[in-house]
């Protein structure tokens, strides 16, 4: 079963999306291609939601785009994990850590 952008979390795509940036430069349609295939098929992030995630990181000086070819030859914009993006990052790990803590505390129920 696929989750779309609407049915992530809020602020959820902009941390895998970090994510996927940490080993290097990576265009739009990687991204959303190493998101489906990390996630075993189960998170596909629509380009609808892509893009508009990835402007509003690049305003926020979390990524920086460059023009550069993709595997195939063809000219695309590869995105870039600055040091903003960095720090950015380690935050929306550590909250979205304290959030599977505090629902696995739920789910196991009052012990």
């Known amino acids: 079963m696929a989750k779309s952008q609407s049915e992530l979390l809020p602020g959820t795509l902009d941390m895998l999306v970090l994510q ?5 430069s990576i265009h739009g349609y990687a991204i959303a291609k190493t998101i489906r295939a990390m996630s075993d098929n189960v998170l ?19 990524i920086k785009p ?10 695309v914009k590869l995105y870039n994990l600055t040091r903003a993006g960095r720090r950015a990052l380690r935050v929306q790990e550590d909250a979205w850590a304290t959030f599977v803590q505090a629902v696995g505390r739920v789910m196991r129920g009052a012990e």
């Open 20 to 24: 996927t940036l940490v080993p290097g």
């Open 66 to 75: 460059k023009w550069g070819k993709s595997e195939t030859g063809r000219r």
């Open 44 to 62: 596909d992030v629509e380009q609808g939601s892509l893009y508009p995630a990835l402007f509003r990181m690049e305003r926020k000086g979390w």
